[in-house]
């Protein structure tokens, strides 16, 4: 059984197709209210009005246009506060569209498929067990409980440079069949660039968990924040302070993520689906309260048998000809890895070039 969506009511919003013009209302108010007084009269004994077209014009007065206008721009105020939106310029608006039929989370129905997940990640990346194990049992808890998307908790993967960290979270996503987006901290103001800044601000735009969200029109993505522990402050020009920590509290719990309201749209949405892995190379640095609300794991060094077993099975999943196998194969038995330290992200380099290799044209 495959993996499936799920509609989830994620914003009150009410998209209105066009609201009617100013003027149209307001004749439609004055013709109904000149309707009005004339069935009065014509119940009171008099003419027909409706027959003369100026006395017809006659019946109401200027206070009755005055009324009228004030009850048009009411009714117009009215639509335009129901849909949610009326603070917004329309770029924003139109930025929202993407939310007018609904989006969905993504779903598993049985914990046997919870379990051929885990599996094929396991079999992957062996050395990312407890973190394998802590989703493996979010999936299955999901299914169990039949929830309409996939939920686990929010994890903190400690552990040196180069172990995969990040990689292992992507080959999640894409055995979850979910959306992801990548914050780095140390590399760009990651508390705006997670959720967005506020309109006012130079650079107001939405995160790129709303980008997300919008863009695949998913309401569980999978959010990697890498080296969360070495983020910055970002100051303001009036003397506030945004760090990454404050921006993520509220997305980690799961009460909280369910009214969310997003800094540049000022919106409430459910982002309580929404699944995180923060990575960190030490837990020096890392915030308590971060600490407190995700699931902690130190994860080993990679040997160099484990990173051997890796690219043969990356190797083989990517459609390597055998001849590139054994060359890839024969590179880790080389000495100079006797003086320098083997990476996952030495590997991966080594699979793309033999990836580029045998796709290169041959001169004839």
Known sequence: MTLTKTPIPFCSLKFVDELPRMRKVDDRLKETLREIKNRKLMAAGSVDH?????????????????????????????????????????????????????????????????????????????????ATEEVWHGLRRSAREGLPGLRFNPLVLVGSPGIGKSFWARRLAHHLAVPTTKIEATGEPATFSLVGAQRGWGSAAPGKLMQTVLRERHAGPLVIVDEVEKTGDVNAANGSRHTLTDALLPLLERMTAEGWECP???????????????????????????????????????????????????????????????????????????????????????LDRAEALISRPVLQ
């Open 50 to 130: 409706g027959n003369d077209p100026v006395l017809w014009h006659q019946l109401i007065n200027d206070d009755d246009r005055k009324m009228t206008k004030r009850r048009a721009i009411r009714f117009l105020e009215r639509m335009q506060s129901l849909s949610g939106m009326s603070h917004l310029p329309d770029a924003a608006k139109t930025q929202l569209n993407a939310l007018r039929d609904g989006i969905s989370v993504t779903n598993i129905h049985t914990e046997h498929k919870a379990d051929e997940i885990a599996a094929a990640l396991h079999e992957a990346m062996p050395w990312m067990a407890p």
């Open 264 to 350: 540049f749209f000022q919106i409430r949405f459910d982002m309580s689906w929404t699944n995180w892995v923060l990575t960190v190379n030490s837990r020096k640095g890392l915030p308590e309260p971060l600490q407190s609300r995700c699931v902690v794991l130190d994860l080993p060094d990679l040997t160099r048998t484990q990173l051997r077993d890796f690219a043969m099975t990356e190797g083989e999943r990517r459609g390597l000809p055998e001849p590139s196998l054994s060359a890839l194969d024969a590179v880790f038995e080389h000495e100079v890895w006797t003086e320098h330290t083997l990476s996952l992200r030495t590997v991966s380099r080594m």
